[in-house]
């Protein structure tokens, strides 16, 4: 079991912030290292695309730990977006090593720290 709380519980960031935040572990082995990755991936149509922006490596666990961390937010873009066709999903996703166990929290990228979301005209959004 993997928990992820960022500071304060903030989902929604600005390009150029830092999220800080705790892991909480418990494990039935102890991993050789825990490995907190900032990703944006994009989900929809089309070709899939990736990309880790920053990682922050945790070495020598034990089987049920704490640990803070701290990812740096990029200046540029992709931005968190919900379009017809495409999104852009930021993550911060914590992976052991070897691997045990993975645990992902979904979080909001943008400047004015709100998803962008685009409605085709002539289409209802629920």
């Given at each position: 079991m993997i928990e992820i709380?960022?500071?304060?519980?903030v989902k929604n960031f600005r390009p150029g912030e830092v999220i800080t935040g705790t892991l909480l572990w418990s494990f039935d082995q102890a991993p050789e290292e825990i490995l907190v990755n900032l990703i944006w991936h994009t989900q929809g149509r089309g070709t899939e695309d990736a990309d880790q922006v920053?990682?922050?490596?945790?070495?020598?666990?034990?089987?049920?730990?704490?640990?803070?961390?701290?990812?740096?937010?990029?200046?540029?873009?992709?931005w968190s977006y919900s379009g017809s066709l495409i999104s852009i999903i930021w993550v911060i996703e914590v992976v052991t090593s070897p691997a045990i166990e993975k645990a992902e929290l979904e979080i909001i990228i943008?400047?004015?720290?709100?998803?962008?979301?685009i409605v085709q005209e002539g289409l209802k959004a629920n």
């Open positions: 709380n960022t500071s304060l519980g920053d990682q922050l490596v945790i070495p020598q666990q034990a089987k049920r730990g704490e640990a803070n961390f701290s990812l740096k937010i990029p200046t540029v873009g992709p943008a400047p004015e720290a709100n998803e962008i979301v």
